[in-house]
């Protein structure tokens, strides 16, 4: 019996219609254009390391990672607001203030 082999997996919502909420690497520089292998690597492993962030990071094994894209956004936001301060705000501080998440777009 021949096998198949599946040069590449697509991932596909259910309906069609509904917008993935997480992915891999690949899809993760899919989404954000510019984003590079290493650079996307880099903020994964410093969400995982973040206690706020590390719960929208997934591995089910030990080679499959999948990222919410939501978190990511919220990362990448929270890394862009504490870039030049010495003591960080946190996440939970910025989604409290409502002033302050409205500007940033949380």
Known sequence: MPQVKI????YTPTGGTEEPTGGDYEHLMQRWQ???LPTAKQF?????ENAEFEQYVFNPTHK???VDYEG?????????????RAKK???AEI??????AKRLGF
């Open 7 to 10: 040069k590449e997996i697509i």
């Open 34 to 36: 510019g984003l590079t």
């Open 44 to 48: 994964v492993k410093e969400m995982r």
């Open 64 to 66: 499959l990672m999948f």
């Open 72 to 84: 990511f956004r919220k990362f990448w936001k929270w890394k862009q607001l504490n870039r030049y």
């Open 89 to 91: 705000i946190s996440l």
């Open 95 to 100: 989604e409290s203030d409502k002033a302050l």
